[in-house]
């Protein structure tokens, strides 16, 4: 859905850094560079990024209010 505030591993805060990693991917870079540029260093914390699935478009038509 969102990425996690904290990486499963090591318990590291990576939250902050996504939407810059975003934007970076949009405009081109390739994983690498743009999580290197990001500062996310730690091959577990890098495993967050790269694994992540971003589903919340496809499920938030699902999630209305009850009544």
Do not use: Q
């Not at 591993?9 to 970076?24: D, L, Q, R, T, Y």
């Not at 914390?45 to 919340?56: A, G, N, P």
């Amino acid at each position: 859905m969102i990425i996690p505030v904290r990486c499963f591993s090591c318990g590291a805060v990576i939250a902050h850094k996504w939407e810059e990693f975003n934007e970076k991917m949009d405009a081109g870079t390739d994983m690498k560079t743009a999580l290197d540029e990001v500062g996310i260093e730690r091959y577990c914390c890098r495993r967050m990024y790269v694994s992540h699935i971003d589903l919340i478009t496809e499920v938030a038509p699902f999630s209305t209010p009850r009544e």
